[in-house]
Every structure is written in structure tokens, then in C-alpha cells.
């Protein structure tokens, strides 16, 4: 299954980092309603969730279990993440930019990369002459 959804966001955050492990979070929540919807749908589902994150600074806060300075902004209800993983119904990985398929709904591409890209979606134009 696959959710998506764009919210506008309420805080500003410093950082990159800290905006990438707020998305991150709340990608945790939909991880932890889909298990949830698919518990209720009498569909087992063992195995831990994928989380792909872009960010290396955001994927160690969410891997770290101790506070540091630099996430003492950080509320406290954004470090559900954590939980998650060492419950193990979350897993971290890393992804590549150029291979974040979600950037091509959400950043301005190059045609290099914008193409490739819109190949391993299944994105076809039907007005093409084939």
C-alpha cells in the first residue's frame, strides 16, 4: 500500500534536518494507522515497515536514542519515531536523492533525472505515437 498526502506545515523548522525527521515522523504515524487499518482488515503484517529518508543527519536523530544539543528543540511527541524503531516495527534507510521518487512530485527536475524517473513510475503519455 502506499500513502501520500501534503499537509501545510503549522512550525518553521531550523533546519533541513529537523524538517526532514518532522516528515519522518509523521510518515510513522501513517506507517503505524495503515498496520493498524490492516490489523482491523484481519491482514497480517509481521514484518517491520520501510522508512526511506534522503537526510543522513535526520536518519541518525531518529536512530539515536539520547538527546543531544542540537535536538533539545526537537518536541518531545517528534521522538515517536524512536520508539518505533526500537520496537522494530520501523526500519530506517537511506536513499540517494537522485533515486527519491518522490522528489519528482515535489521538486523542479532536470530532464536527465525527471525522465528516468517518471519511466520507473509506469508513467506512460498515452498521446505518443507508438
Known amino acids: 500500500m502506499i500513502s501520500w498526502r501534503s499537509k501545510r506545515h503549522k512550525i ?40 526511506y529518508c534522503d537526510n543522513k543527519v535526520a536518519l541518525h536523530i531518529a536512530a539515536n536514542p539520547f538527546f543531544h544539543e542540537r535536538t533539545r528543540h526537537i518536541e518531545v511527541d517528534c521522538h515517536f519515531i524512536r520508539d518505533k524503531i526500537q520496537d522494530g516495527s520501523i526500519t530506517t534507510r537511506h536513499v540517494d536523492s537522485a533515486h527519491q521518487l518522490a522528489n519528482i512530485l515535489t521538486k523542479l527536475l532536470g530532464k536527465e533525472i525527471f525522465v528516468p524517473m517518471v519511466r520507473k513510475l509506469g508513467v506512460q503519455d498515452i498521446h505518443s505515437l507508438t
Open 12 to 51: 518553521v523548522s531550523l533546519s533541513s534536518a529537523e524538517a526532514e525527521y518532522r516528515a519522518m515522523t509523521r510518515a510513522c504515524c501513517e506507517l503505524t494507522w495503515l498496520r493498524h487499518l490492516l490489523r482491523d482488515l484481519g491482514i497480517s503484517h509481521q514484518e517491520s515497515a520501510l522508512l
